[in-house]
């Protein structure tokens, strides 16, 4: 797949997700199967260009490219400049965020809240292609939106045909209103709709946490490509499974739990690496919970790492944890709804 002048793996990408995304979960999906990564949001106002996280969201040293980052904001010209100084900082795509329906982003207007104003959505978007077409011409601006402000206000055909002709390269939709949130099913007869309207890719995401349900997805879409998020918490390898079913049909084994605690330990040493020890083993529960979740003794083990505070010891308890799984077996065996 083509997006500007990058070449992309395949066609499965790496959904943006707050607090989730940080450059080694990118990095980890990349190597699992990922096809591309699009960055955390980071927000567009000035005053938090030079905070701490920001500066972490924005630090890409290492990573494989392209590099895709989420910018959010509600001033199209304040919008622009964020663009600019990502792009300054390394990003080689600049994607929109229209979709995030948290309400500390809706509040102040921005995320899936532009989706009502229609006419400031064109002013956002023409000022930051304007913007990045006149300095980096070979940057491409993608956008991702919903299907709408809630299910009796579904303007995402409206809003598709906005961007397109504003020169937005590519087009991702989750199939949930921003009413919605992340309740429900999703939808993704709205995702068929503006495929069949518009020339540029759409990429559909919402829901797809099995190869068989890619694959139906694709089908009943038309989308040239998928976004994957809550599914890879704590599955990463879900994008080989996918992409090796997309190819072939045929479903991959489940990996064994010697691979699952290496990829957890070569994820933790990397996110260590990245935040410090201090954040880093904070951070770092959440993703062992999902790795762990469903597990035989994971509750218990998962209310023990909450008290932990040092690397080592985290990355020892941890070990301890899935050497006792192998005890009974190398097969992943799941206990509880996983």
């Avoid at 795509?93 to 899936?112: L, Q, Y």
């Avoid at 006149?134 to 993608?142: G, M, Q, R, S």
């Avoid at 049909?249 to 260590?272: A, F, R």
């Avoid at 932990?308 to 308890?317: G, H, P, V």
Wanted: aromatic residues 6%.
């Amino acid at each position: 797949m083509k997006l500007g002048q990058h070449i992309l793996p395949n066609n499965l990408f790496v959904a943006p997700m707050a607090g989730v995304t940080d450059r080694p979960f990118r990095q980890l999906c990349k190597k699992l199967g990922a096809g591309y990564a699009v960055s955390e949001m980071i927000a567009s106002n000035a005053m938090l260009w030079n905070s701490s996280k920001t500066l972490r969201r924005a630090n890409h040293e290492g990573e494989v490219e392209p590099i895709s980052v989420q910018i959010a904001g509600a001033d199209p010209q304040m919008m622009a400049e964020a663009a600019l100084l990502n792009i300054d900082r390394g990003a080689q795509i600049i994607d929109i965020n229209m979709g995030c329906p948290a309400k500390k982003v809706c509040n102040v207007a921005s995320g899936s809240a532009l989706l009502k104003n229609e006419v400031l959505v064109g002013q956002i978007l023409e000022a930051i292609v304007t913007a990045v077409k006149k300095d980096h011409p070979l940057v491409p601006v993608t956008l991702k939106i919903r299907t709408g402000w809630d299910r009796e206000n579904k303007n995402a055909l409206t809003i598709a045909q906005i961007a397109e002709n504003s020169g937005i390269e590519m087009l991702t939709i989750h199939g949930r209103t921003k009413a919605d949130l992340y309740r429900g099913e999703a939808e993704y007869e709205t995702i068929a709709a503006v495929k069949n309207v518009i020339h540029i890719p759409v990429v559909a995401n919402g829901d797809i946490n099995s190869p068989e349900k890619a694959a139906l997805v694709l089908k009943e879409t038309g989308a040239d490509a998928l976004m994957i998020g809550r599914a890879a918490q704590g599955k990463p390898w879900i994008f080989r499974e996918i992409s090796h079913y997309l190819k072939t049909g045929e479903k991959l084994p489940t990996p064994k739990v010697s691979e699952i605690q290496k990829i957890m330990n070569d994820h933790l040493l990397d996110h260590y690496n990245f935040y410090g020890e201090y954040v880093g083993v904070r951070t770092a529960r959440k993703h062992i919970a999902w790795y762990c979740k469903g597990l035989k003794n994971s509750h218990t083990f998962r209310h023990h790492m909450n008290t932990i505070d040092d690397c080592t010891l985290q990355l020892a308890a941890i070990n301890h944890f899935f050497d006792s799984l192998k005890e009974d077996s190398e097969d992943l065996i799941y206990l509880e709804a996983a």
